[in-house]
């Protein structure tokens, strides 16, 4: 399946992907802005804010009915980062009209709604519902504080926010609590004000729904006929960045309860072509992206030092995090055979059967992108912020066209940045 895109109005984009594997239509909208310091945190309320209600929907509750009378539609929403792009979504799934009991034009309803969420929040003297700020602001502290709680994952935020301490991609994503109490209504209807007119804006439609109909139902719609047309205020993911290679490693320890050292590091990567970095996707996959991995052979299977051993490559960022949960006292040599196996990766010490492993896991990931709307929607959402349109055939094209020479030549431009442990 292939994604047409559409301009609706400059910096607002329409984004359709035909496929008749579902049931159901996934309507998708999504607004970008450059992540910074002084809105991550008012950001994030107000995407919890937004779903408490609209002028004309001016609770959950009735949200909730609406959608139940839409033969059980359903909506979500939420923040995430991509690349130096704080992005909130809103998602609504419906049933393919074809599939309805009797004709019903549940496209459109399903787009007015979203909209109506998105673009006609409710608004009281120029402010937000102060009943659902004190709601959101609660909950929003909550999960601030809560983010201890998953170790492994505290550690990787960690390791980035260390990575890329004064960068905006060091940001926690859902803010910070000490700015939760000074956020006013009034703030956050300014903000919001401001969000709206300047972010990118796409819309997707996942489903059985024609590409012309569902433009013409967008652009009939009166709250994206009030939208103005914006240059889009937003990072482009595959712009080149400048070497992030430090002085020296950055080491960080943290202390905390726990049984299981949780060990992580931040590889950089000094190169941006775009090419490279389907070579960096098969050298990850070597160094830590299974069980055949040499991550995953080495230090845990063979050395015992690693209760879990394995790599992600961040594409956007093109850094690639290491992270291993590790007996406390086994430290040492675990770091030891972690920076030996991209030693390893350097001279050449691997062989073509791993190279093929490496691709075929790759391969089995991105056809299985298919196999869910809402992933399918994320991997050409991220082609959009990159400014790429690499279709999914393409990418498993030049995964398989990658040779042991480009991942060698990689191999030699990845240094370790930043090298992160948690312990008791």
């Known amino acids: 399946m292939n994604c047409e895109t559409s301009e609706i109005k400059e910096g607002i984009k329409f984004h359709s992907i035909n496929t008749n594997n579902f049931k159901t239509n996934l309507y998708a909208l999504f607004l970008a802005i450059p992540l910074k310091r002084e809105n991550i945190t008012i950001d994030a309320l107000l995407t919890a804010i937004l779903r408490r209600g609209s002028k004309t929907m001016p609770s959950q509750e009735i949200i909730s009915k609406k959608l139940e009378e839409m033969y059980g539609a359903s909506f979500d929403c939420g923040i995430e980062k991509s690349g130096d792009n704080h992005v909130i979504k809103f998602y609504l799934e419906a049933l393919s009209e074809e599939f309805l009991p009797q004709k019903e034009e549940l496209t459109r309803k399903s787009i007015d709604i979203l909209f109506d969420i998105v673009f006609q929040p409710l608004i009281e003297n120029e402010s937000f519902k102060e009943e659902y700020i004190t709601g959101e602001k609660e909950n929003l502290k909550q999960i601030i504080e809560g983010k201890i709680d998953n170790k492994g994952k505290y550690a990787l935020d960690r390791c980035i926010e260390e990575m ?86 950055n080491i960080v320890e943290d202390h905390m309860q726990v049984t299981q050292g949780k060990l992580v590091l931040g590889l950089d990567i000094d190169m941006s072509e775009e090419n490279a970095r389907f070579a960096t996707s098969v050298y990850n996959a070597i160094l830590g992206g299974g069980a055949n991995s040499k991550l995953f052979q080495n230090v845990r299977e063979k050395e015992s030092l690693a209760y879990t051993a394995g790599s992600n490559y961040n594409r956007q960022k093109n ?80 995964i398989n066209n990658i040779n042991k020479e480009q991942i060698v030549e990689v191999a030699n431009k990845v240094n370790i940045h930043t090298i992160y442990f948690l312990r008791d």
């Open 164 to 249: 890329f301490k004064n960068e905006p991609y060091g940001l926690y994503k859902y803010g910070y609590v000490e700015d939760i109490d000074k956020i006013t209504g009034k703030d956050l209807y300014k903000r919001y004000q401001e969000l709206i007119n300047t972010c990118k804006i796409d819309i997707f439609c996942s489903g059985t729904t024609e590409k012309n109909k569902m433009i013409e139902i967008i652009q009939e719609n009166e709250k994206i006929k009030r939208l103005q047309p914006r240059k889009p205020d937003y990072i482009i993911n595959n712009e080149k960045t400048d070497a992030r290679k430090p002085e020296q490693e």
């Open 319 to 398: 850094c690639i995090f290491v992270r291993c949960g590790i007996e406390i006292e086994n430290y040492e040599k675990a770091l030891s055979t972690t920076k030996q196996q991209l030693e390893d990766m350097k001279q050449g010490d691997f062989t073509e059967k791993d190279i093929e492993n490496a691709k075929n896991l790759i391969i089995e990931s991105v056809k299985s992108i298919t196999a869910e709307q809402d992933t399918e929607i994320t991997y050409y959402y991220g082609q959009e912020l990159a400014g790429t349109n690499i279709t999914i055939k393409e990418y498993e094209e030049r």
